[in-house]
């Protein structure tokens, strides 16, 4: 080979982006990048992950919270980084899987711009109410307070699937109540217990804190069975509501264009967090469920999952912004 010709291949190669290597990923900080505030269950989630996964790697693991726009700001946030391993997306399913249904243009495309990596826990959601102001000790007696005065109570959501919740619990009981949206649960759940909502559907990690600490009542759980952490409460089926059950799903993400192998490193690093026994520990005490999978299952997950919440927000008469 000319001399003139493997100077210009050494500078061409050079000029190439050298994107983390899976034997030595992760070589330097990664950022996780969380759409919700600091205190809600995808936060949380993301800082026992990210200290977790600093104890395994001896890297730091650093969570940025870019709230707003129900996840959409750090979706766009990290589909616009290198797809090289340091900017992960940590989110629940609603940014990549309903978004798309909410509103009338996203920054990205939810299944073109991102690379599955593994799912991490399901959670269901807790109804909650400030028993001061609205003095029900059951969904059945809630829903009969809603029935005698039809439309006049109100609910708020920090996230679409606080929304959807409610809106399906309007739905399967033939109810009326007023949607009052807030940036971010801990936001709406003050004002629940400033009196100025009736209920709240709220992740289970922000929410039954609020209840050990006696300042709200818990009266049902979305998911399909009762949750080991909130074994008194009953799941909305058990309370009467028929045909009802909402589980969301945390998963981490990286821009669309990252290597396959180090797809499946950072996959093998959050597996083997979401298998291990401190995880367990975690979720039996904030009320999730570990769920862990494989890059191919997550996309599986996303395709299956997102006409599942198409009809639920078609159900619910919700228009995109």
């Known amino acids: 080979m000319p001399m003139r010709t493997l100077l210009a291949l050494v500078v061409t190669l050079a000029a190439l982006p050298v994107w983390a290597q899976p034997t030595t990923y992760p070589a330097r900080a990664v950022t996780f990048v969380v759409g919700y505030a600091a205190g809600t269950g995808i936060d949380t989630t993301a800082r026992f992950y990210a200290d977790r996964m600093r104890e395994a790697t001896g890297q730091p693991i650093v969570v940025v ?5 129900f996840g959409n700001l750090a979706a766009a946030e990290v589909q616009r980084a290198a797809p090289d391993g340091y900017t992960v997306l940590v989110t629940p399913n609603s940014t990549i899987t309903t978004n798309v249904f909410l509103m009338k243009k996203l920054p990205f ?8 990596v593994a799912p991490i826990a399901r959670w269901g959601f807790v109804l909650l109410v400030d028993p001061q102001k609205t003095p029900v000790a059951s969904v059945a007696e809630l829903s009969a307070l809603m029935r005698a005065q039809p439309g006049k109570l109100n609910f708020g959501s ?7 919740a409610g809106e399906l619990y309007k739905i399967r009981a033939g109810l009326q109540a007023v949607h009052v949206p807030y940036k971010s649960v801990p936001a709406a759940l003050t004002d629940l217990i400033g009196g100025r909502l009736d209920f709240v ?18 009266l049902a759980v979305t998911a399909p069975t009762r949750l080991p952490s909130a074994p008194d409460v009953p799941t909305m089926l058990e309370a009467g ?11 981490a993400f990286l821009p669309a264009g990252a290597p396959e192998p180090l797809v ?3 996959a093998e690093l959050f597996n083997a967090i979401t298998d291990s026994p401190a995880a367990n520990e975690f979720y039996a005490r904030v009320g999730g469920q570990a769920f862990s999978g494989t890059p191919e299952s ?9 006409p599942n919440w198409g009809r639920l927000v ?4 919700i228009e995109p912004e």
Do not use: C, H, M, S
């Open 241 to 251: 509501v028929p045909d009802y059950e909402l589980v969301n799903w945390f998963a």
């Open 65 to 69: 919270n870019k709230v707003g726009a």
């Open 201 to 218: 559907f709220a992740d289970v990690v922000t929410g039954l804190p609020q209840v050990r600490a006696g300042r709200l009542r818990a």
């Open 109 to 116: 495309d939810p299944a073109r711009d991102f690379a599955p």
């Open 264 to 266: 499946r490193r950072l």
């Open 158 to 164: 920090g996230n679409f699937t606080g929304q959807a």
């Open 314 to 317: 078609k159900a619910a008469g």
């Open 298 to 306: 997550l996309k599986k997950l996303v395709a299956t999952d997102t």
